[in-house]
């Protein structure tokens, strides 16, 4: 009997590690550089658009591309895969405020495309709530450096 439980469990731990990483996206990790193009949406004058290049390490236990910045306390949450598909919902602390938003991407092997969309609040009020529009292009670099 001991036997069998023993057996049973690591068989339920076998198919919880399967489970997960069938759960991750198809791509190659590695250090992988994005593009992020930035659009404020609803600001008082126009804004041109900014573009941002940034590098990181993704793995199959993180796949998410960080938008954070210096300063910036950042969580990354509710992250959801379907396919090659991945969502995830972000909150960050500042010292001005704080900044919420939600992203998706579609992984291509080598290669992602998505958005994402932030709204950034002040801690007091003083300054009108705004929005951002983020549309992203990463690509694999090569392996990580450490």
């Given at each position: ?12 731990l ?56 210096q ?30 938003g ?45």
């Amino acid at each position: 009997m001991h036997t069998s439980r023993r057996i049973m469990f690591l068989s339920s731990l076998l198919l919880a590690n399967t489970a997960a990483l069938a759960a991750a996206p198809d791509f190659k990790e590695g250090e992988w550089g994005t593009r992020y193009r930035m659009e404020v949406v609803g600001a008082p004058f126009p804004m041109p658009p900014i573009t941002i290049k940034r590098s990181a390490c993704l793995t199959r236990s993180n796949y998410v591309p960080d938008n954070s910045q210096q300063g910036q306390d950042c969580q990354v949450r509710d992250t959801k895969v379907s396919g090659n598909t991945v969502s995830w919902v972000m909150r960050c602390k500042t010292r001005e405020g704080s900044i919420e938003g939600h992203g998706k991407i579609t992984y291509k092997k080598e290669s992602y495309s998505g958005t994402m969309e932030t709204r950034m609040t002040s801690n007091d009020g003083s300054v009108m709530p705004m929005t951002y529009r983020y549309t992203m292009e990463g690509e694999r670099l090569g392996a990580c450096s450490k």
